[in-house]
């Protein structure tokens, strides 16, 4: 079993939905957690970063984290083309510690 | 900009050759990490190195090996390729304490035929 499991996709959504991406995973020592955001083969770019359980908000972004359930979401809403890109997850036990990430799940907004 | 650099963008070379990738990370952080990026793969890490000092290790061939020096940067040694190393090559970069996370650089494109 993955550390860390997220759903591939593609995931195709029409301009102004809200999209839902979701990773699981299977250590309960994972405490820091991180959606990145890549454009295609560029590096991968920092969305969103939460510790422990909870919610997060960031404009148009909000993370949440459910440990209870091994499980973290990321919610885009009023979504934009410019929002078309592939997520990834990640996730720590730790800092200064070695980062699991997910496959990444990839995106389009449709205008 | 992440302020992580990687050189080259894009490297080309043959079967059998050995190759230097080049990491500078952001301005003061002290963590350096390298990651393999295949196509429709997802990022595989494979070694961490904080201070100058490896930290950890992941899925790092015995061809592979990296260092990082007293300026910080690191770099990135890939010997005896094959077809299959083909992939992009990232590093990032984090300060390596307390609430730290990870700033990605481009990366680098390795071609090999």
């Known amino acids: 079993q993955k550390e860390v499991e997220q759903d591939p996709g593609p995931l195709s959504v029409p301009e102004g939905a809200i999209v839902s991406l979701n990773c699981t995973y299977s250590?309960?020592?994972?405490?820091?957690f991180m959606w990145y955001r890549q454009y295609s083969r560029k590096g991968p770019e920092l969305l969103m970063y939460t510790y422990s359980s909870g919610n997060k908000e960031d404009g148009r972004f909000t993370a949440q984290v459910d440990k209870s359930s091994k499980y973290i979401s990321l919610f885009i809403r009023d979504s934009q083309p410019s929002d078309s890109a592939t997520y990834l997850c990640a996730m720590s036990p730790n800092t200064g510690n070695q980062f699991y990430f997910g496959t990444g799940t990839s995106l389009t907004v449709i205008p | 900009d992440s302020g992580v650099t990687q050189t080259p963008k894009h490297l080309i070379t043959a079967t059998g050759q050995r190759v230097t990738l080049r990491c500078s990370p952001r301005?003061?952080?002290?963590?350096v990490y390298w990651y393999q990026q295949s196509l429709d793969q997802g990022l595989q890490f494979l070694i961490q190195?904080?201070?100058?000092?490896?930290?950890a290790k992941g899925n790092i061939l015995e061809r592979f090996s990296a260092q990082q020096f007293p300026d910080l940067h690191s770099e990135l040694n890939l010997s005896s390729l094959e077809l299959g190393d083909s992939a992009l090559y990232f590093c990032?970069?984090?300060?390596?304490?307390?609430?730290?996370?990870?700033?990605f650089g481009p990366g680098t494109r390795l071609t090999v035929l």
């Open positions: 190195y904080y201070n100058g000092e490896e930290r």
């Open positions: 250590n309960s020592a994972f405490q820091y």
């Open positions: 990032a970069s984090s300060d390596g304490t307390g609430g730290d996370t990870q700033y």
């Open positions: 301005s003061g952080d002290l963590s």
